[in-house]
């Protein structure tokens, strides 16, 4: 099975065994097929809202894994029955990734205030508002465990790994991500300033706090 680079990081990112994980937003269900040949969880769930594609997927996943653990569910991200899952000690995984940042926000935000009780770790690959998505992350009260930087067709992508047990805070600009030997992180870096460069150009958008954060990541030459 073939996947992007984007994805087989997510996949490498996934270390412990988890009772469920939930693979959201999975169109084809690429990624929870990679964790179900990897026997990572007691049950990987398939979520997306999409009718054909769940129906299309259900098929082929009744041909090719028979034998492993799987749902497939069509619903709202945001509607979750994590609850109708819980094993004591044992967190569930939800992975969001794909998706914009303003809509993967307020995915987290709805699992977190509907089901405060549930152990839960998120794994998130938003795309644009990373800035935006970790303020929101931190504000939650969601920890960070593990954070990397990806590139995949010349696009780049912030992976987070959080929950709210986890101890290090998730901080605006990222800590853990950094590479500078690595001139694919210097790239992105200088991506990302000349975006909000660009946005400082609009007198109606204040974006001095972000331009000053990531001006302090760049490295003493």
Not at 27 to 56: I, S
Request: aromatic residues 8%.
């Amino acid at each position: 099975m073939k996947v992007s680079r984007r994805l087989h990081q997510l996949s490498e990112m996934v270390r412990d065994h988890y009772s469920h994980i939930w693979d959201c937003c999975c169109d084809h269900g690429l990624l929870g097929q990679l964790l179900l040949d990897r026997g990572q969880a007691d049950c990987v769930h398939f979520v997306d809202v999409v009718p054909a594609l769940m129906t299309q997927l259900e098929a082929h996943l009744q041909q090719t894994y028979s034998g492993k653990r799987w749902q497939v569910h069509c619903l709202d991200v945001a509607r979750l029955p994590l609850s109708n899952y819980t094993q004591a000690g044992k967190p569930q995984l939800v992975i969001i990734a794909g998706v914009g940042g303003d809509l993967l926000m307020d995915l987290v935000t709805a699992i977190c205030q509907s089901q405060p009780n549930v152990s839960v770790e998120f794994l998130l690959c938003p795309v644009y508002h990373t800035y935006k998505v970790r303020r929101a992350l931190a504000d939650l009260s969601l920890g960070l465990i593990s954070e990397t930087l990806v590139e995949d067709k010349q696009r780049f992508y912030e992976i987070l790994h959080v929950s709210a047990a986890a101890c290090e805070p998730v901080t605006p600009v990222g800590e853990q991500m950094w590479n500078f030997s690595d001139s694919v992180h210097l790239t992105y870096l200088q991506q990302t300033l000349n975006h909000y460069r660009r946005m400082a150009c609009n007198p109606q958008q204040d974006v001095s706090a972000e331009l000053e954060a990531y001006r302090r990541l760049l490295p003493d030459v």
